[in-house]
């Protein structure tokens, strides 16, 4: 069925493609007929949605460089209610759905954005580089608001008077300024929307834009200011299986079965607000001199609360099947599991809040003189400034649950309980406190830019002018997290129980009781799946940090004196919250130079009879990059028993332990020569060939400066006891390994980019183009190993196996777009207004280790230096995966709108799909340290007892997914427009999946909803 829907609607585009271009065709073949005169009932209004469309379609016909853009109806009127969502609508550009760096939840709005398949984005707002606080080089989209934009512009292969930084491309932001307008402008507008899963009230926007222009004794004068707040109300529903384990002979006789260790549910509420205000002011003395001074200031706020039974067993190997079904490669379809052998299968209810704060704030001042008919120069000044401040709460109750009865086969999983099972779930004699786990970070950036570019107009058949300019900028930039990062402790353990507490800390008993509440889920998916009431910490108990932790870990405190009065012995330490203080590991601060220069021409053969015009440049990039960090080693020497024998020390190297203040500078030069080309086969018909080189500079979290390196010896004690023979200690050598945070001597991957497209525009809004691209990138970033030297006590340099990051690969992303837009204005008067958008991407992508770690069989714990698990990634049975492709690519996108504008009515409807992606690989949720070693060459093969302890890491991919969105509108008057807008009409569920050797299994489903909106604009 799947199949059937994107074979349909890839013959629907290619048929709406052909017969607007056959009526096209019929529009211009016959250039040597006198039109007609055109009757006035016939003459279509451009208006909206067609008035955006030729304005974009303009955008890029005149365009020097390969670029797409969306352009707002009007001011504040983009299509979306965020800028991912906006920037997802571009042929080329795929909008990832799931959180940021957490794909275990799910984001409404959208997250990250990658263009032609790739991530490495430069963001500008109007020209400038902008950025976000969070570690990384781009802007989160989702912190802007797109209320305060008048369009989008994605440069696919910019030439060298751009800013560097985008292998794959630039996002640049653009808002409205005074001098656009001819002289005042108002506008009003405010929505209201309601989500149909989370319910309750309805989330407001609103925005105000007033703009106006003066003639004064001083010159002309012009002002704008626009601001805007808009809410988020929705709700998130997920179910999600375990990664599978393999049971060799226990479950079927005979055969491998592959058994999840357990199926989870969650609930999460989300707030957003997002409030911006936008200032511009521009002056112009004279005709040649034009001065701007805007100010940007976005704010962000999210916050989440989560209810979720998550699987916390310990012994998936003790997993019993009753009444079980299983695929022909033995996964597990549907049966009643059960874990007798530890008293039910382990879960945690747990509740988890978020809370994030964000800003982001730019000034810059813009002078633009023409000094004479031919020089031009400009000159820019930008100061920007981004923070960001997280808190992560997460508290949890324990169960174990007798059984569970699961179906997979269906488009969902489906649960099934007994009676018995329910009343079990809602006895809080069954639960426990279980575990505590907070995270905080704060981050802030700096930038300060300086930009000056000088054009020369040439009174020449063949060049038009040359170009060229200067470009500094200095940016700081400074990280923090607690350490540990994510500080989890366990409350009361069942593992606890006997040696650190009697018993756990159960919610019936009177001490312990509190702060926990029955919840149950009506509505779960939309009233499409039943699951039982169960017992939650309360939302408060996790916002209530740290006085509420302190209060749970004091339950395992005074647990933890009573077993240490019986046993009379045991070691009872109050909880210590994770913090910042005087704690190198926490810290990432950098400071980064870059010196920019470029010369650029463009030329034109028009005047000798070739219809090719284009620019040929070149851009230098000096950049200088200071990390501040230490390195610290920890040794670690075993315990000599008193009086033994001791064999082999002499291979214990004398390394004291330090912890040192280590800085490090990092300068690195690149040429990035450009050539665009465009040949003009017929006034509405070109070509373009475009090639550049780029680069993208590594994120600041992979600059970290921080290195932990560490001393494992091994070694053999023999005798002693009851064997009446001295006691020897034998050292067998020493293992000398770190972890680094990050490398601060990484260098920008680079890229050659080659563009060809063809552009028919027969309509002032309809065109067909197509694009083949090609991008050949090296350097990439990958974990790899490297040696790192330190002096011993005698002088002699040792050196330590470091894992961090490197640039240790290279690889490609190539593949062709297609694009369409009409208006059918040929069609009967009765569907004149009546517009489609279509366009097909297809992106095939491969990376290569420079130093490939590839085995087939993995093995090890999941320690930095599993490089084969950390890139290749390792089943449950121990054997790897092989071909995987860059992370975030789908190999096809599609995107199909309708329109239709006719008198005061304007409607849309639009359905965007991507195939399958990688997520990634080893993320949480879908790796572990208890998979079963089945490698027949291995020593532990068939020792499945007590062998349980290899690290495992699953591809995790999300699957194929299409969302339909609507809006109609209707204007009352020419300057009152109201409407209504729809978002997932389809109800669509996204589904994630994990790669296994046992087939491609369902992970994880998440459902939104739909949800409505109304809206209301006036103009004045």
Partial sequence: MRKFQKTAIAMAVAQIAVLSASAAWAQTADTTTTEPSVPATAVVKVTGQRAALQSAQKLKQDADEVVDSIVAEDIGKLPDRSITEVLSRVVGVTMDRSAPNDPQHYAVEGSGIAIRG??????????????????????????????????????????AEHIEGGISGIVNLRTAMPFDFKGFKGALSGSANYSELRKGKAAPTGSVLVSNRWTTPLGEVGALIDVTSSKSRTRTDSMMVSPYYPHVNDIVPGKTIWVPKGAEWRSQAYDRTRKGDYAAFQWRPMRDLTASLTYFRSRYNEDWSEQALLTQETSPYAMQVANGSFSDTGAMQSGTWSNPLNGGVNYNTDRRVSDRNSATQDVSLNVQWRVSPAWTVTTDFQRMKARTDGFDSD?????????????????????????????????????????????????????????TDVKYDFDHPVLRDIRFGVRLQNRDTLNQNTNPSYNWQGVTQPWMVGWRIPAVASLNDPRFAGGATLTQFPNFFGGGVTIPSVLFPDDAVARGYPASYAKLHGYSLALCKEQAAAQGWGTCAAWKPAGFANDPASVNQQSEKSRAFYTQTRFSFDDWGFPIDGNLGVRYVNTKSNAYGYTVFAPNVPVIPAGA?????????????????????????????????????????????????????????????YTSLSQSVRSTTTGGGTTGQPTTVTFNGVTLSGAAQGNPNLRPATATSVD????????????????????????????????????????????????????GAHGHARGFELAYQHYFDFVPE??????????????????KLNNPVYSEWCTGGEGADNLNLAINGCDTNMQSFTDLPLQGLSRRTINVAVMYEKGPVQARLAYNWRSRYLLGVNNYGTRGTDARDLNPSSPNFGTFNGNNNQAYGLPLWMDDYGQLDGSFFYNVTPKLRVGVEATNLTDTTVKQLMQQHAGMLGRAWFKTGRSFGIRASYDF
């Fill in 118 to 159: 790739l991530t490495y984005v430069l963001s500008e707002l109007n020209g400038r580089e902008a950025f976000s606080a969070n570690g990384g080089r781009s802007l989160s989209f989702s912190d802007v608001p797109p209320e305060l934009m008048a369009g989008v512009d994605v440069y696919k292969n910019p030439s």
């Fill in 830 to 847: 009765w569907l004149r207004g009546l517009g489609t958008q279509a366009s097909f991407t297809f992106v095939d992508s491969k990376r």
């Fill in 756 to 807: 060809l497209t063809a552009e028919w525009y027969f309509a002032k809004a309809g065109s067909l183009t197509a694009a083949v691209f090609n991008k050949d990138i090296k350097n990439i970033i990958v974990n790899q190993m490297y040696n790192y030297e330190v002096k011993d006590a005698g002088g002699q340099g040792r050196q330590f196996l470091v894992t961090g990051p490197t640039n």
């Fill in 395 to 451: 508290v949890a109750t324990g169960i174990r649950v007798p059984s569970q009865t699961v179906d997979f086969r269906g488009d969902r999983p489906t649960f099934s309980f007994s009676p018995a099972d329910l009343q079990y779930f809602a006895n809080p004699a069954n639960y426990y406190w279980a575990y505590t786990m907070e995270h905080l970070d704060n981050s802030a950036a700096d930038s300060k830019a300086w930009k």
């Fill in 645 to 705: 024998n001791v064999v082999g020390a002499n291979l214990i190297p004398n390394i004291p332990a330090f912890s040192k203040r280590q800085d490090y500078e990092n300068e690195y030069h690149n040429w990035l020569p450009s050539l665009n080309l465009r040949y003009k086969a017929r006034e509405n018909l070109q070509f373009r060939f475009a090639v550049a080189k780029s680069i993208s500079r590594p994120d600041f979290t992979q600059l970290a400066a």
